[in-house]
């Protein structure tokens, strides 16, 4: 957001020390990453890629003490990080932290993009950043919730069944029975480990040694491997197994062939405006044919695909210096992902 909105910025900081700070906090971020403001500049929404290039928006809503008491914040994420703040943090300060905070979820997006790309989902949605769950369409009107552990995603997963009762019965059976092995392989190593023996031998000493365990299972379990003390075709098993894609495993457990995504699970489109966050623009005369119409442009670039209103994405356009203008039509980058997109300016009639 450069340009009219940092110009609108520029007038309000002359009027108070508050707006005077926001002002240089925001400069300090880059004018770049913020994609929105309110009127009064307690309200700031950010723009954040993380190492993937996913996009996330973070909210940060100022009171009247700032910068005496933290701001608060909100984003498109599985649980929130605890933002440490001071007198003397500022805005960059909360930034750096969200960037540390998606950095803890990178394993757990990987996977959620595996299950999103390999097998049938049922009512997939856009955004779904902060969803930990997915429902999977099996087979013959058979459905499996999936919970997954943000912290711990190669974790097995919560389930739950849904669909006829002979169905329902059949998949569970197979479900109980398979996730025995693995529970068998997570419990005798961890049995293993926390005695004294396993303890010394594996050089994990320490009040912090059980939690050491869980950090670094793969160490732990060819430190074990190397005492043959536990059947080796196990554990290479559970190594094994653990390597693999998601889908393939939740195929071996369930015993049964998972669907590929669906053609519209493949281009699944986006619905809210990723401007004004709205599904749908609201009703209004000045607005024309567009009053109360839904998304109609998209970002052409996969990997974005994110939808806007024209009209909202012509606004935004108009307000960056790098705009071209040829005709009706506005050139310029996705606010999101930078990628070239352009809109038509007779949206309003």
Known sequence: MECAEQKRCQELAKSSSFYRRIYSEVEE????????????????????????????????????????????????????????????????DAIQQFHKHLEKLQDFWNLMDDIDHSILVSDLRYPQRALSHRQLNLSNDNYIILSIDA??????????????DSGVESLRAMWKKNCKRWYFIFCFYVGYIIT?????????????????LFRKVEEV???????????????????????????????????????????????????E???CYAQYLPIDDELGDKSGSGTDCTCENNSCSRAFHSVCLGDWLRSITTTRQS?????????YCSDPIAVKTNTRK
Request: with cysteine.
């Open 327 to 335: 005709f009706d039509v506005l050139f310029g980058n996705c606010p």
């Open 273 to 275: 405006c990723g401007i």
């Open 29 to 92: 971020i880059g004018w770049e990453h913020l994609v929105r403001f309110g009127e009064d500049l307690r309200l700031l929404s950010f723009r954040i890629k993380d190492k993937k290039g996913r996009v996330h928006i973070l909210q940060i809503t100022l009171d009247g003490s700032y910068p005496n008491h933290p701001p608060s914040i909100s984003a498109d994420v599985p649980y929130l990080f605890n933002l440490k703040w001071s007198i003397n943090s500022r805005l960059k």
């Open 151 to 164: 912290n711990d995603p190669t974790s097995l997963p919560d389930c739950r069944f849904l669909g006829s």
């Open 196 to 212: 004294e023996k396993g303890f010394r031998n594996c050089g994990l000493v320490g009040k912090d040694g059980f939690k050491f």
């Open 221 to 271: 379990l060819l430190a074990i491997m190397s005492l043959g003390d536990l059947p080796l075709k196990m554990t290479k098993l559970f190594l094994r197994m653990r390597d693999k894609p998601f889908s393939e495993n939740l195929a071996h457990l369930l015993d049964i062939q998972l669907h590929g995504p669906s053609s519209i699970q493949k281009t699944d489109p986006q619905t």
